[in-house]
Antibody
C-alpha cells in the first residue's frame, strides 16, 4: 500500500526557511516523480514543484526561485525548502506521487495519484 | 502563463442529478488534464487522468472528456459521497502543473 507522510515544523517565523520532508512507503522512489502542493486556508490548490529520482526538478514560476526540492533515495524521501517565507506561505502542504509516461524515452509527469495527509505550516512571529 | 477556469464555481444539486463541470485552459494541453475530488480537511483524490481515463477504484458514474482547451467532468447520478470540491489540473509542454480554481458541489 502506497503511503506518503509529511513531516516538519508547524510554525515558521517570517523571513526564515520552511523545511518539510515526505517519506514514501510501499512504492519505488525510482519509478515516479514526486511533488509538493500547498493549499492556503479556504483557497485552491497551488502546485509548488516536483522532482525525479535523479534530481531533475521543475518549479512553479510564481515562487520566484524560493523553493528547492531535493530527494534522498536511500531514505525513500524527498524534501521541500521554501526560503524567505511570509504570512502568505501559511498553508497545508501536501506531498504526492506523480504518474509518468515515457515519451520518446523521456519521463513526462502528468497527474498525482497518491497524496500525503497534509501538514499545516503557519508563518508567524 | 497558462490560465485555467472552471465553471460553475459552485453547483447546487440533489442526489441522483447528472452534473457537469467545465474546465477551460488558455492554451492547448492536448489531453493532459486530470480531475481531483477534495473533501474538507482531506487530501485531494485523483478521479480521472489524461482527460478521460478513470483512476482505479473510482466509481463509473464519473467520466471525463475533452481535448485541447475545453474539458468536462460529468457525474451521471450524484451520490451523497460526491458532495465535495472538484479541481482540474493540466500538464503542459513546459512541464508545469496548474490547477483550476475549483468547483464546489453542494446540496440544493
Amino acid at each position: 500500500q502506497v503511503q506518503l507522510q509529511e513531516s516538519g515544523p508547524g510554525l515558521v517565523k517570517p523571513s526564515e526557511t520552511l523545511s518539510l520532508t515526505c517519506t514514501v512507503s510501499g512504492a519505488s522512489i525510482y519509478s515516479y516523480y514526486w511533488s509538493w502542493i500547498r493549499q492556503s486556508p479556504g483557497k485552491g490548490l497551488d502546485w509548488i514543484g516536483y522532482i525525479y529520482f535523479n534530481g531533475s526538478t521543475n518549479y512553479n514560476p510564481s515562487l520566484k526561485s524560493r523553493a528547492t526540492i531535493s530527494v534522498d533515495t536511500s531514505k525513500k524521501s524527498f524534501s521541500l525548502k521554501l526560503n524567505s517565507v511570509t504570512a502568505a506561505d501559511t498553508a497545508v502542504y501536501y506531498c504526492a506521487r506523480v504518474l509518468i509516461t515515457m515519451i520518446r524515452g523521456d519521463p513526462h509527469p502528468y497527474a498525482m495519484d497518491y497524496w500525503g495527509q497534509g501538514t499545516t505550516v503557519t508563518v508567524s512571529s | 502563463d497558462i490560465q485555467m477556469t472552471q465553471s460553475p464555481s459552485t453547483l447546487s444539486a440533489s442526489v441522483g442529478d447528472r452534473i457537469t463541470i467545465t474546465c477551460r485552459v488558455s492554451q492547448s494541453v492536448s489531453t493532459w488534464l486530470a480531475w481531483y475530488q477534495q473533501k474538507p480537511g482531506r487530501a485531494p483524490q485523483l478521479l480521472i487522468f489524461k482527460s478521460s481515463t478513470l483512476q482505479s477504484g473510482v466509481p463509473s458514474r464519473f467520466s471525463g472528456s475533452g481535448s485541447g482547451t475545453e474539458f468536462t467532468l460529468t457525474i451521471s447520478s450524484l451520490q451523497p459521497d460526491d458532495f465535495a470540491t472538484y479541481y482540474c489540473q493540466q500538464y503542459n509542454s513546459f512541464s508545469i502543473f496548474t490547477f483550476g480554481p475549483g468547483t464546489k458541489v453542494d446540496v440544493k
